[in-house]
């Protein structure tokens, strides 16, 4: 697995989680974080380009924020305000060829980009 996420869990609604991901394994210009809620299509949440450009989904903009490292080895997404709306299964990605945060945002990651396994994050009513 070239990119590894961790930090999931349970929390209550209103509660704050961080989400990390090593990309340390792959030459990447773009990162960020995707989720799948049970029975919905994959989204994107978060995206950081080359040039330290953000993306994010409306829905989390004001209560998530995608920042990396100084090696930019590592990603993290910084969780709060939790919603119950906001569970899901939250997978991290990155490509060697979207530069910008907007184009993996709305493109996600090509044929020789990367997913992570994905980690579980549940927000209790």
């Known amino acids: 697995v070239q990119v590894v996420e961790s930090g999931g869990g349970l929390v209550q609604a209103g509660g704050s989680l961080r989400l990390s991901c090593d990309v340390s394994?792959?030459?990447?210009?773009?990162a960020g974080w995707f989720r799948q809620a049970e029975g919905q299509e994959r989204e994107a949440v978060a995206t950081?380009?080359?040039?330290?450009?953000?993306s994010y989904s409306d829905s989390v903009k004001g209560r998530f924020a995608l920042y990396r490292d100084a090696t930019k080895n590592t990603l993290y997404l910084q969780m709060d305000s939790l919603k119950p709306e906001d569970s899901g299964i939250y997978f991290c990605?990155?490509?060697?060829?979207?530069?910008?945060?907007?184009?993996?945002?709305?493109?996600?990651?090509?044929?020789?980009?990367?997913w992570g396994q994905g980690t579980q994050v549940t927000v209790s009513a």
């Open positions: 990605v990155a490509d060697p060829g979207l530069a910008e945060s907007r184009e993996l945002f709305i493109l996600s990651p090509g044929p020789h980009g990367w």
């Open positions: 394994r792959v030459v990447y210009a773009s």
């Open positions: 950081i380009g080359m040039n330290d450009d953000t």
